[in-house]
C-alpha cells in the first residue's frame, strides 16, 4: 500500500542526507548532539538528525523500512497521525538517547527511531499480519517481530558493543505504542496482552536503568578473562584529586572505548557505590 506522506517524507530525507554527505558544516549543524543541545539548547537537533544519515546503506536500510510500512499507517491511523506518529517517535527515540549520553561526548544521526515508532504501531495495529525482513525473506508475525525487536534492543543496550543508537531505536518503539494507543484507545483492551509484553520488560529495564546504573554493568559470567588495564582512576589520583562526578565520568568513558570487561573488580565496585548516592 502506497503512501503519498512517505513518499514525500523519504524525499526530503534523502535530500537532507544527501546534502550532509556533501557538506560537513552542514552535517555538524543539524545532527544530533549532546553538548549542542544540552549546553547550547538546540533544540531543533531532536528533530533534524533524523533527516541526516552516516551512509547510503544506513539511509537506503531506513527509507526501505520507512516506505515499507507508511502506507498500512497512514490508512489505519490517518495522514496527520501518521505524520505525529513519525516525529513524536523520533523525539521519544532522542530524549532516551540523550537520558542515556547525557554525561557523553555522544553524536548521532538517522530515522530509526522514527521508524521504530511505526513498525511498533503496525505491530499493535496488526499483530497477526507478516513482517520479512530484507536479509531473511521469510514472513514472521508481526506480534512475535515486535517482542523479538524490544528484547534485542535492550540486550544491544547493554551490551553497548557496536555504533548503532540502539536507545533511540528503544524510544521509538516505545513512543510508537504510546501513540498508537492515544489515537486508538481501543487496542488497550484489544491487545492489552500485547501491548504488555512489549512495554513491561521496557519500563523495566528503564527503571532498574535509573535506580541501579550499575546493574547493567556486570560482565557477562560465561566472558573469557581479560588481562586488566591499569585503572585510569590511580593515573588520575596521581595528578589531581577529582570529583565524584569526573569519577564517574572517567569510569563511563573506560567502559564506553573499551568495553565492560576492562573495568577491574576495585572500579566495579567503586562504579556500583558512586551510581547510589
Known amino acids: 500500500m502506497e503512501s503519498v ?96 549520553h547525557r554525561n557523553h561526548d555522544y553524536r548521532a544521526v538517522g530515522a530509526s527511531g522514527g521508524v521504530s515508532g511505526l513498525v511498533m504501531a503496525f505491530v499493535i495495529a496488526s499483530p497477526n499480519s507478516e513482517i520479512s525482513l530484507i536479509f531473511l525473506p521469510i514472513g514472521i508475525r508481526s506480534w512475535i517481530f515486535g517482542l523479538a525487536y524490544v528484547i534485542i534492543t535492550i540486550v544491544a543496550i547493554k551490551r553497548s558493543n557496536d555504533n548503532i543508537g540502539h536507545e533511540a531505536h528503544l524510544g521509538g518503539a516505545i513512543g510508537g505504542v504510546l501513540l498508537a494507543l492515544a489515537f486508538e484507545p481501543s487496542l488497550l483492551t484489544e491487545r492489552v496482552w500485547l501491548i ?51 569519577e564517574l565520568d572517567l569510569l563511563l568513558k573506560k567502559i564506553k572505548k573499551k568495553g565492560l570487561g576492562s573495568l577491574t573488580q576495585k572500579e566495579k565496585d567503586r562504579l556500583e557505590e558512586l551510581s547510589k548516592e
Not at 560465561?222 to 589531581?240: A, D, E, V, Y
Open 5 to 100: 506522506l512517505g513518499g514525500i517524507l523519504a524525499f526530503f530525507i534523502v535530500l537532507f542526507s544527501y546534502k550532509g554527505f556533501r557538506d560537513r558544516e552542514f552535517y555538524d549543524r543539524y545532527l544530533f548532539d549532546v553538548t549542542s543541545i544540552l549546553r547550547d539548547r538546540e533544540y531543533h537537533r531532536l528533530f533534524s538528525s533524523a533527516f541526516l544519515h552516516g551512509s547510503w546503506f544506513h539511509l537506503g536500510f531506513n527509507l526501505i523500512a520507512l516506505l515499507s510500512f507508511s502506507g498500512a499507517i497512514e490508512a489505519y491511523f490517518g495522514w496527520w497521525q501518521y505524520l505525529v506518529l513519525f516525529f513524536g517517535s523520533v523525539l521519544f527515540g532522542d530524549l532516551l538517547a540523550l537520558y542515556f
Open 196 to 246: 504488555a509484553a512489549i512495554l513491561v520488560p521496557s519500563i523495566i529495564f528503564l527503571w532498574l536503568n535509573i535506580t541501579n546504573p550499575a546493574f547493567f554493568l556486570i560482565s557477562d559470567n560465561w566472558s573469557l578473562p581479560k588481562r586488566k588495564p591499569k585503572s585510569p582512576l590511580k593515573i588520575s589520583h596521581k595528578k589531581k584529586k577529582i570529583s565524584k562526578e569526573e
